[in-house]
């Protein structure tokens, strides 16, 4: 099985892992903090997130520049590319060390009016912890990001999953004796730094990683930032998508309400997730194809292939969190949010509707970094998204967290219309051929699935093991007509070929 299959299967198995271990431990965390404690928590995260864009985009212009070299047999450009990005980067941290320190001496300005002393206190010391996390693993994130310029996913993705579960043991086992959020930010800014050293580790002595400044070049460094710019956008973008609800809220409401809904955007978030294990991989691919001088038409049959083997997956969640979603929030944590377990659910499908068309063409964004023609949709995503959060502002004053997440992503419907002219006249890339094939065969499928799904809602009962067995017997149902009557030969053969090469354990 090649990298890149391999790549898209420990994503998978790192976003089912982490699933379902966060869909155990949320409820946990939140029951052992409490929702005020929990919300700061999140907010601080979402605030100290908020910086890591000063990152401006270098990671993903250590993979498309390290491929380019790669591809054109440039190993002395390489390692001068690499060296001057260490540079670079440590001008970064040195920023964000600065930028840390006035934020913590000004938390009291934005927090003061909604937070208690005790919470404002504990929001200063896990701000602090994480600025200093952030100052010393954002450089260490080129070593992760060399290993996928070398379509190397096998190991960087093993380290995440195995730090993902020492993460969560070491997490039930303090708060288990009592610790708090400040003892969580801890634990996670050392797993942080031990991903560093392990990618690193593996880069240096596998994959005989050099870096060494032959020259210093201005130009070199524009053409970095010149590419990496609209990364930094498309980071900010990110960050008011899913972290400006959190913050703006906690400015007009209380850390409970920030809880609500960031409960809400984490099932969101588990959704893209299950994309972006497929497209994740394909950036070094698609800046082959475009310094091979790849057609319109030869972009769009990948997109399309990558496109229609996320909508099989996309579709099975949200249909499936549409029909039982309402109560498994109740089931999940309805004895910690009782009143508003319903609000969490919504939050969730709205972010699903809105976000599986920009998902299932993750591609299309992906050969805009290789053409390095990203300036437009960054521009466009930023108005948008500023527009957004500000229309949000406006409605959480009156509808809380619900109001918050519709504001959100009325910015990404009018984006993504704009973006489908964008890719077919300025890309080439043939948006009619892809929605037509993108539908073919899986969108009645899909329908005919929902149907079924829907008459097995009315199973009775309550619990979980109702819950179980309605789940189970959509999937069976989803499955059967799917792979029966929705895939084409590719698909059919891949799954065939993904699942024997399992069975016979040589994964």
């Not at 450009?77 to 260490?86: I, R």
């Not at 906690?250 to 997730?273: C, E, K, N, Q």
């Not at 979603?325 to 910690?336: K, P």
């Amino acid at each position: 099985m090649s990298q890149i299959k391999k790549g898209a299967a420990l994503n998978y198995i790192n976003i089912v892992l982490t699933n379902i271990v966060g869909l155990v431990l949320t409820p946990f965390i939140i029951s052992q903090l409490g929702q005020s404690e929990y919300g700061l928590y999140i907010m601080v995260g979402a605030l100290v997130s908020g910086l890591s864009v000063l990152d401006i985009g270098i990671g993903n212009a250590v993979v498309r520049f390290t491929a380019k070299y790669r591809a054109e047999e440039d190993k002395k450009g390489e390692e001068n590319f690499l060296a001057t990005v260490f540079y670079i980067y440590t001008a970064i941290s040195l920023i964000i060390s600065i930028a840390g320190i006035v934020l913590y001496f000004n938390l009291d300005l934005l927090y003061d009016q909604t937070f208690t002393s005790e919470e404002l206190r504990k929001t200063k010391i896990m701000f602090a912890i994480l600025i200093f996390n952030l100052a010393l693993t954002l450089p260490g994130s080129v070593f992760g990001a060399y290993c996928s310029a070398y379509e190397q996913f096998v190991y960087p993705k093993t380290v995440k999953i195995t730090r993902y579960i020492i993460r969560s043991l070491l997490v039930v086992g303090i708060l288990m004796y009592g610790a708090g959020a400040i003892s969580l930010v801890i634990v996670d800014t050392l797993m942080g730094i031990s991903v560093v050293v392990a990618n690193a580790n593996y880069c240096f002595k596998k994959l005989d990683i050099k870096i060494k400044l032959h020259s210093l070049q201005k130009s070199l460094i524009f053409s970095i930032f010149s590419y990496s710019i609209w990364i930094f956008v498309f980071a900010i973008v990110s960050r008011l998508q899913w972290q400006a609800g959190q913050i703006v809220l906690g400015t007009v409401d209380s850390p409970a309400v920030v809880g609500i809904f960031s409960v809400g955007v984490t099932l969101g978030t588990y959704y893209g997730a299950f994309s972006t294990a497929i497209s994740s991989v394909f950036l070094p691919r698609a800046t082959k194809m475009f310094v091979k001088s790849a057609s319109g038409e030869e972009l769009t049959d990948m997109m399309i292939k990558i496109g229609r083997i996320s909508l099989l997956v996309l579709f099975y969640i949200l249909i499936a969190f549409f029909l039982y979603g309402e109560q498994f929030v109740y089931l999940w944590v309805g004895s910690t949010y009782t009143d508003t377990f319903s609000e969490i659910y919504w939050i969730a499908v709205l972010i699903m509707l809105a976000y599986t068309i920009p998902l299932v063409q993750n591609f299309g964004n992906a050969t805009l970094e290789a053409q390095n023609k990203l300036r437009f949709k960054a521009i466009l995503y930023l108005v948008f998204a500023v527009l957004g959060a500000g229309f949000g502002y406006y409605l959480a004053q009156s509808y809380g967290a619900i109001g918050m997440i519709c504001g959100t992503i009325s910015g990404w419907v009018v984006v993504q219309i704009v973006m489908n002219f964008y890719y077919h006249n300025v890309i080439n890339l043939n948006i009619i051929r892809f929605f037509k094939e993108l539908a073919h065969k899986i969108l009645p499928s899909a329908l005919v699935a929902l149907a079924l799904g829907y008459a097995i809602r009315y199973i009775p009962g309550e619990g979980w093991l109702n819950f179980v067995l309605k789940a189970v017997l959509f999937s069976i149902c989803y499955m059967g007509i799917i792979y029966k009557f929705g895939t084409i030969p590719y698909e059919k053969n891949l799954f065939q070929n993904s699942f024997n090469t399992l069975r016979k354990n040589k994964f």
